[in-house]
């Protein structure tokens, strides 16, 4: 079983998202991509705009509409009891425990894997999950991408990250929510059913 984490902040999710995670999903044969809504992300100064309950229901809402078999939602990021902030290493440890015998990757734009010295413990992260880092517009993956200095990969760690460069999704949740506070909704960026949520719910005004 070849099983992906793709965390986020999903505020809201979008059709990058779903195209990034059905293009990663092809292109290396996964089984499942468990898409998970972060309770509180160590590297995001401030707390997202929508609640966890509310990004939840919408990564829900996009994931059925996505009809994808290997799509799945998992709430293993829930906002801890404490209040503590949510490593990834932290969920992948709790994933390999369910799983033992499950080959982990991590889905991630090129943008967040640009800050995986700032992550909790990098080295064990690229132990417990092979990485898959996906192309984003402003963010191309050059062939020496992961020969950055700044990622000080070693040759064993490198061979654990696979680059994706196919995607080209010109779209962001920070672009969407100053949109949908403008009052636009945003055709084609949003699944339906996660659009129809945010008006009801009146988020992002
Ligand atoms: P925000 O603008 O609030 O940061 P976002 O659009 O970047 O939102 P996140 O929830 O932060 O969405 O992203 C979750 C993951 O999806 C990250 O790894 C991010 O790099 C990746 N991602 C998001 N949008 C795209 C996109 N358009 N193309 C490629 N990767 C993306
Ligand atoms: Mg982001």
């Known amino acids: 079983m070849r099983v992906a984490l793709f965390g986020g902040t999903f505020d809201p999710i979008h059709r990058g998202h779903l195209a990034l995670a059905s293009a990663a999903a092809s ?30 229901a919408m990564t829900m809402l996009a994931v059925a ?16 009891p404490d209040g503590a902030p949510n490593y990834t290493v ?6 390999a425990r369910e799983a033992p015998a499950a080959t982990l990757f991590v889905l991630t734009g090129a943008d967040s894997f640009l800050s995986l010295r700032n ?14 880092v996906v192309s984003r517009p402003d963010f191309p993956l050059k062939p020496e991408f992961l020969t950055r ?5 070693t040759a064993a760690q490198r061979s654990r990250v696979h680059l994706l460069t196919t995607v080209h ?12 506070h ?24």
């Open 27 to 56: 292109a290396f044969a996964l089984d499942r991509v468990l898409f998970a809504p972060v309770g509180r992300q160590p590297l995001k100064a401030e707390s997202p705009p929508a609640t966890f309950a509310d990004r939840l």
């Open 65 to 80: 509409s996505a009809a994808d078999p290997r799509f799945a939602v998992s709430s293993v990021d829930a906002p801890r």
């Open 90 to 95: 932290d969920t992948l440890a709790a994933l």
């Open 119 to 132: 992550w909790h413990s990098p080295d064990r992260l690229l132990e417990l999950a092979e990485w898959i």
């Open 149 to 153: 200095p700044e990622f000080a990969l």
């Open 169 to 180: 999704e010109d779209v962001s949740a920070t672009e969407l929510r100053q949109r949908l």
């Open 182 to 205: 403008a009052g636009d909704p945003c055709p084609g960026l949003l699944p339906p059913a996660v659009a129809d949520y945010i008006q009801t719910h009146r988020l992002y005004r």
